[in-house]
Structure formats: C-alpha cells, structure tokens
C-alpha cells in the first residue's frame, strides 16, 4: 500500500508553546488530507479535512485558530498546534487519500504530543 | 456518528481463524465497507474494502451479505501479531471530505498462544 510519513513521531513541549507536525505521502498525490486525534483507550476521532490548495474543513468544536492546518502541496499537509495546554496531549494521527488512484486512505505512524 | 456495531472484544486462539463480525443495517447503495486495524500506539492499517461482493487479498477476507447490512472479517490464521482494535468503517466511495472515514469503537481482538 502507499505510504504515509508523520513526523515527529513524538514531542514533548511546554505549556503556550507551538507544535508543527509534519504529513507527507511517500509515493503519491494527495488531494486530501485528514488530521484525527485520538485520547488514551478512545477511538479516532476527526478533526478537519483539508483539500491541498484550499482552507481546511473543521469538524464541529474543533477550534480553527488553535489547530491550524496547511496543504500548501500535493504531498504535504502540517498541523500546527498553537499555544498548547496540557489537555492538548494527545495522539495525532494523518491520513491521505489519493482521489485519482485510489479509494482507501492510509495512515501515518502518528504522533504523540505530551505538553508539559 | 459511526454508522457500525462491533463488539467490543473478541479472543482467538493463535492458528485458527478470527471471525469479527461487524452491522451496518442504514449502509446506503453507494457506500463501500471498509475495515482497518490499529496495533497499539501506531496508525491503523488499511486491510480490505468492498461494496457488495466478497472480497480476499493477502491479509483477509471479507464476507458482505447479499443486503449489505452486516459483514465479517476473516483472518484466516491468527497470529499474535494480529492482536490488535479493528475498525469496521461505511464510507462513500467518492473523494472529498465526503469520503473521510469516522471510526467507531471498534472490536478488540486479541489472539492468545
């Protein structure tokens, strides 16, 4: 399957700090891009939709100014979490689909962001 | 919402097969059956989509009845490695924000020596 690269794979910053992580599609164009956030023994759960060249979707109580997404490219997508709080911890995971080649999306590693 | 019902965990013996049964009784004519399993702490891990007929590949197989409203994975010999929360996800077979995947709560299977 293609490959979907997440990076960092984990971080630890201070509390009212930013936080970039990085989504690239390894071995394909990615038109779509999905950001989850998943809590310890919960399920995923999405938090916005971005289309590359367009502003990101958001999912209902998800705070656009605080979780600022950008798909400036076709392999691309960042999130950055802006001045972090400890309830920010969590585990954040990518996905990208490509609309031409395929249907299913695939995953990154995720990344497990500890705010301190 | 999730539009499917798993159970919440399953065990299976190490080499026999594992049978995770999934409901999607409002699944809609154009919407595929997607399943996809996350081993801990790691991103989940497409395995196998359909819409109406039954599907294999390297991984699993995957059983549709004839009215679409429920289905089940099958990996045909369980190993340790496959113990992990498999997701049973509806989704639109279009692309777009139309086409992402909400998960559920998924079916824990764990697969015991």
């Known amino acids: 399957g293609a490959v979907v690269s997440q990076h960092p794979s984990w971080v630890i910053c201070k509390s009212g700090t930013s936080v970039k992580i990085e989504c690239r599609s390894l071995?394909?164009?990615?038109?779509?891009m999905f950001w989850y956030r998943q809590f310890p023994k919960q399920s995923l759960m999405l938090m916005a939709t971005s289309n590359e060249g367009s502003k990101a979707t958001y999912e209902q109580g998800v705070e656009k100014d605080k979780f600022l997404i950008n798909h400036a490219s076709l392999t691309l997508s960042t999130l950055t979490v802006t001045s972090a709080h400890p309830e920010d911890s969590s585990f954040y995971i990518c996905s990208a689909r490509d609309w031409q080649g395929t249907t299913e999306a695939f995953f990154g590693q995720g990344t497990r962001l500890t705010v301190v | 919402d999730a539009k499917t019902t798993q159970p919440p965990s399953m065990d299976c013996a190490e080499g026999r097969a594992a049978n995770l049964p999934c409901n999607h009784s409002?699944?809609?004519?154009?919407?595929?059956v997607y399943w996809y399993r996350q081993i801990h702490s790691q991103g989940p891990q497409y395995i196998i989509h359909?819409?109406?007929n039954n599907e294999t590949n390297e991984m699993a197989s995957l059983i549709i009845t004839e009215d679409r409203k429920s289905s089940t994975l099958i990996l045909p010999h369980a190993t340790l490695r496959d113990t992990a929360v498999y997701y049973c996800?509806?989704?639109?077979?279009?692309?777009?924000?139309?086409?992402?995947?909400?998960f559920g709560k998924g079916t824990k299977l764990s697969v015991k020596p």
């Open positions: 359909g819409l109406k």
């Open positions: 409002t699944i809609s004519g154009n919407e595929y």
């Open positions: 996800i509806v989704r639109g077979g279009y692309g777009g924000s139309q086409g992402n995947l909400i």
């Open positions: 071995d394909f164009q990615a038109t779509t």
